[in-house]
């Protein structure tokens, strides 16, 4: 059998080797058959499967009790030999004639081994190949009748030639196959005939059972020698692709083995030198450290995990620095530290009090919000506040009140000019130089779980290739998914659910609207001049005094000195840089009293002026003229409110419209749209309808760096355009803001209480608004209502008549002449 050869060969090649080469004496004892007069020779058969037994060459058999079993018994009794017969195909069962091979070979049995089984193992030697010329069936067992055939067994040079080359390569075989024993190829040596070279080559050589056939077959002994090198080619080609294998398994092996005994080494050498010593016992502290830290199975396990790797490490090795940044920083972050929030009420406003003044609306919802969880402290959404409003009007340090208020711990990420998702979700461990996003970042500043978080400039967020951070955040504000907050970095999930956010922002329409969809937003207005002398009086001066090292009444500052400070030296809706002036008019005093010189307790007009220089802007700069084809718009910024003169020059020309200052598309389409007004209205405006072919226009915002742009300014377009057109001065303490249609109907428009406070700030009498943002006045202090004059229009023809004053009597007369010119150059025409 096949396999069994196989194992046989495999488990013990040397008994394999007796059984091949021995010529065992009692094989030798049974006689060749003798043939008749017609060279036949009659024996009884043996049937083979899977075994072709070669002239000369012994191979051992495997019998099981039936005919071929019999058939054993009866020559051992006879002493003579038997003719083997080699099925065609193996597995056939009940095989007739036409199944054998055509070719036999007579063979010698030697002694039969019984085994336990009742089966029994014989060595066989063949003797010649036999043509099968007849089967004779019997009871016991098969006769076979054949023709000995005879071989040529003389070589020739061809011959000779051939059987080196068998020899060569049956010797590269014998080297690489560990299966064949190395005097295989001796015995190759010693055979001087060429089919018995090949004979004994089949035998020793793996092959396959129909390529052993065809090689019985194969007569000529020198086309079974050909076929034998190209079997053997074959042979050599797998058997080198196996070593090949081999070589390289053995060398990874080897490797690491190798690597393994060097690292044994090191340890043993770190240990003689006392370093390893240092090292495990690093390595055992920061097991305890990890054993000691309240953090989840999760990251434990993850921790723990690291530090294994860490202990397969020499000390020195290149990565042994990240992984234990990364299992400090697991360490580091707080996990389920949390503070405990003081939910008191009246404490909390207390505080909020303390530290600031007005911003009734935010501290409102602050207090709700403790409130709510006092009396129901599982509340599982934690609402996202979002402050809203021009720099400078206590966002930030409200936030920070907040969270002295609650007892929590308060960090602040701005997020200004953030692009890059990474930022926020940091970079895996791959990366060299890798950390954790800002987030993660942040929270390990918090140092507990429950912080009070502020993203500052959630509005100036970025994006671009490199992904959009607004998605992180979105994951990181959504309470449906923010108890497992992913870092590319950790790789674990982190849980900013129990964190209070509190978002800041300049200019809402620059949030994405699903994040500005998560938030609550509390506008922070600008502050009134009275608010920020009382702010001042409050806050920022004793501050202000106590950070230069003065006592408070060594500079008192009185009404009149804050107001010059305030609107000579600010022009702001916060109250940033009025600290900061105060600021220095403390610092200037403090440097005097530490000079021993004297310095007047009382601030004068003149010492402002002196510690801040010239006055830096000009309070009611609408102290000007009146002026024709110039009006003031009021309008939104970032920084609250602002206002904008608008102003129309019309000149010589083809009838051109020109609008220069940064303006944006919608303020470029406001003003064609006044223009085309202005024109349908000029009977009623008294202006001659054949002048616009004569003249060019051109409209200028100032401030040209800054952009502009927006429906707002329609109006005030328009009444710098007709007072340009009529020659009626624009009165100087009119302000205005609202859209234009091309009937005259003057639209609503936002941002109005910001607008009102920038015309209160600076010093401007009288607001026109539309009439539809009268609900809006609720939102302006009590103050300044009463100190401007508002008033609601609905169309453009009301807006002429409060905001023109009538035509000047010696005015300029240039578009009387231009009207006048062209009058009569058509008249020429004509
Ligand atoms: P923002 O974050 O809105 O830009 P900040 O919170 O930084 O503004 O405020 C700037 C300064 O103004 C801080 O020193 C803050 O204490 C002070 N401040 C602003 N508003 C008030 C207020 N209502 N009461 C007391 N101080 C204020």
Request: net charge negative; hydrophobic share 40%; proline share 5%.
């Amino acid at each position: 059998m096949k396999t069994e050869e196989w194992k046989k060969r495999i488990d013990n090649p040397e008994e394999y080797t007796t059984a091949l080469y021995q010529r065992t004496d009692e094989l030798y004892q049974v006689p060749d058959s003798v043939p008749d007069e017609n060279g036949m020779i009659t024996c009884p058969a043996m049937i083979m499967r899977d075994i072709v037994v070669f002239p000369r060459m012994v191979s051992p058999i495997f019998v099981v009790p039936g005919p071929n079993l019999d058939a054993i018994n009866y020559v051992q009794k006879e002493n003579q030999t038997m003719i083997a017969l080699m099925l065609k195909d193996s597995d056939i069962e009940n095989p007739t004639h036409d199944d054998f091979l055509e070719v036999g070979v007579e063979i010698a049995v030697g002694r039969l081994l019984s085994l336990q089984d009742g089966n029994g193992s014989a060595l066989v030697q063949g003797r010649s190949r036999v043509k099968i010329i007849e089967i004779i069936e019997k009871d016991d067992f098969w006769w076979v009748k054949g023709q000995v055939i005879e071989e040529d067994e003389t070589s020739n040079r061809q011959t000779e030639a051939l059987m080196r080359t068998s020899r060569d390569l049956f010797e590269r075989c014998v080297q690489l196959d560990r299966t064949l024993p190395d005097e295989a190829h001796l015995f190759s040596i010693n055979i001087t005939e060429p089919g018995w070279l090949a004979d004994m080559i089949a035998t020793a050589v793996s092959l396959p059972y129909d390529e052993r056939l065809e090689l019985l077959t194969i007569l000529d002994p020198k086309e079974r020698l050909k076929k034998v090198n190209w079997l053997l080619a074959q042979e050599l080609d797998v058997l080198q692709l196996e070593d090949e294998i081999q070589t390289r398994v053995q060398s990874e092996v080897d490797r690491s083995q190798r690597e393994f005994y060097l690292r044994e080494q090191l340890k043993a050498i770190q240990n003689e030198l006392g370093e390893g010593d240092v090292w495990s016992r690093e390595l055992v502290e920061l097991k305890a450290k990890v054993d000691a830290k309240k953090m989840p199975e999760e990251a434990k396990t993850q921790a723990n995990k690291e530090i294994e790797r860490l202990n397969q490490m020499p000390a020195m090795a290149p990565e042994v620095a990240i992984l234990r940044t990364y299992i400090d920083w697991l360490l580091d972050l707080p996990w389920e530290d949390a503070t405990e929030d003081n939910l008191d009420v009246l404490h909390a406003s207390k505080v909020l009090d303390e530290n600031h003044f007005g911003l009734g609306k935010a501290k409102d919802r602050i207090l709700e919000y403790i409130a709510v969880k006092s009396l129901k402290p599982k509340t599982d959404r934690q609402p996202i506040l979002c402050f809203a409003g021009p720099p400078g009007t206590g966002k930030t340090s409200l936030g920070k009140s907040i969270a002295a208020a609650l007892g929590r711990n308060f960090v602040r990420l701005s997020l200004g000019g953030v692009r890059d998702e990474a930022e926020i979700r940091g970079h895996r461990r791959t990366y060299i130089g890798a950390l954790p996003g800002r987030i993660i970042q942040t929270m390990k500043r918090a140092g507990s779980i429950n912080p009070l978080f502020m993203l500052d400039e959630i509005d100036k967020l970025g994006s671009d290739f490199r992904g959009d951070p607004s998605s992180a955040l979105l994951e990181v504000l959504d309470p449906e998914q923010n108890f497992s907050f992913s870092d590319h970095y950790l790789e674990l999930p982190y849980d900013l659910s129990k964190v209070m956010f509190v978002t800041t922002a300049n200019n809402l329409g620059n949030i994405p609207p699903a994040l500005l969809d998560r938030m609550e937003v509390i506008e922070f207005p600008g502050y009134i001049e009275e608010e920020k002398l009382e702010i001042s009086r409050r806050f920022l001066i004793p501050r202000q005094l106590e950070e230069s090292g003065l006592e408070p009444d060594e500079l008192q500052f009185d009404e009149v000195a804050l107001r010059k400070v305030i609107r000579e030296y600010t022009y702001e809706a916060g109250v940033r840089n009025l600290e900061r002036e105060i600021g220095q008019l403390c610092r200037k005093t403090a440097r005097l009293k530490a000079e021993k010189k004297r310095f007047t307790k009382t601030l004068s007009m003149a010492a402002i002026e002196k510690f801040l220089g010239p006055p830096q802007f000009f309070f009611a700069e609408a102290e000007r003229e009146d002026e024709v084809g110039v009006a003031t718009a009021i309008a939104w910024t970032e920084n609250g409110g602002d206002i904008m003169p608008i102003e129309v020059l019309v000149m010589e020309g083809k009838g051109s419209l020109q609008i220069t200052g940064q303006v944006g598309e919608v303020m470029q389409e406001s003003a064609q749209a006044a223009l085309s007004y202005m024109k349908s209205r000029v009977d009623p405006l008294g202006i001659d309808p054949e002048i616009f072919e004569d003249i060019d226009i051109h409209i200028h915002v100032p401030e040209g760096a800054i952009p502009k742009d927006g429906p707002s300014a329609g109006i005030t377009i328009a009444t710098a355009l007709i007072s340009a057109f009529t020659e009626r001065p624009v009165r100087k303490e009119v302000s205005m803001t609202g859209e234009i249609t091309l009937r005259g109907n003057v639209l609503p428009i936002g941002g109005v209480r910001e607008k009102i406070l920038a015309a209160h700030r600076a010093g401007l009498k009288t607001v026109i608004l539309p009439e539809k943002n009268a609900k809006d006045l609720v939102e302006v202090p009590k103050k300044v209502r009463e100190d401007l004059k508002i008033i609601f229009v609905r169309h453009m023809d009301e807006v002429i008549d409060i905001a023109l004053a009538p035509a000047l009597e010696n005015g300029n007369r240039f578009l009387k002449r231009i009207e006048e010119k062209s009058k009569k150059v058509r008249k020429d025409e004509k």
